[in-house]
Each structure stands twice: as structure tokens, then as C-alpha cells.
């Protein structure tokens, strides 16, 4: 188990955390590359159905990243994810899944740094948290 490297699926918003992503590597921050980024628009449009899929499809995590509260460029999408995914978190257990594995983060268009530490805190939790148990049952 000592191999065992988590992937972590990212659903970021294109205004604000996708940008810090990419600042974070023009910036040569190190992070660990375990994420997989899924740009959207908003993240108030990221539907439960797409989290539960990227879970049963044997990702260990799913992060859920966008604008700080008060500064969507759509006005209150953060606010109905942050709604989605407390309803989510409370599903989670009926497929089999700990909630520890949907992350729900604000982080802003010059936030780089917390960008990379975000995914350098998620790693070790991960690794702690074991793999993923559709991921043993898949035949790759």
C-alpha cells in the first residue's frame, strides 16, 4: 500500500480556482500531482450526480473549488453549491462512500499558494483514509 497515490477530481471554477491553479504553476509552486481539474463555469453548476460518478468510477476524492462567498461572477452559484454539497455529504454514506471524500474549498483568482497546499493537505488524508473501495473492485 505504500505505492498507493490517491486521484483527486477537481471540479473548478473558471473565474476564480482554475485561475489559481494555473498560478500556481506559472509560480513553479510544488504540489502533488494526484488532481485531475475539471474547469466549469461555476461551481453552483456542478450537479451531485457528476461527484457520485467521478466516486463510483474509483476516484479517491472529489474537490469542489470556486469564488469566495460574496464574489461569484454569477451571483449566488458558491451558494448553491455550498447547498448542494451539504445535501451530497449526507447522501454520500447511502452509496458506501465517508464524506471525507468530497472537499468543498473558496479559493480565490490570486490565491496560487492555498491552491497548492489545499492539495498538499488532501494527499496524506487520503493516503490515511485508504483507497478508494470501487477502485478494488474495478478490473483495469
Not at 55 to 81: F, P, Q, R, T, W
Request: contains cysteine; proline residues 5%.
Amino acid at each position: 500500500m505504500e505505492d498507493y497515490q490517491p486521484t483527486i477530481i477537481a471540479f473548478v471554477c473558471n473565474w476564480c480556482t482554475y485561475t489559481a491553479a494555473d498560478l500556481a504553476g506559472t509560480s513553479r509552486l510544488s504540489y502533488p500531482p494526484n488532481v485531475r481539474l475539471i474547469r466549469v463555469m461555476c461551481t453552483g453548476m456542478v450537479d451531485p450526480k457528476y461527484v457520485i460518478k467521478a466516486l463510483l468510477e474509483g476516484a479517491d476524492a472529489v474537490l469542489i473549488s470556486g469564488c469566495h462567498i460574496g464574489d461569484c461572477h454569477y451571483m449566488n452559484g458558491n451558494l448553491k453549491a455550498r447547498r448542494r454539497v451539504k445535501l451530497l455529504k449526507e447522501l454520500l454514506p447511502r452509496f458506501g462512500f465517508d464524506e471525507q471524500r468530497v472537499k468543498l474549498t473558496w479559493i480565490g483568482a490570486s490565491d496560487g499558494i492555498q491552491f497548492a497546499e489545499t492539495i498538499t493537505e488532501m494527499v496524506p488524508e487520503l493516503k490515511a483514509l485508504g483507497p478508494n473501495e470501487v477502485r478494488n473492485q474495478m478490473v483495469l
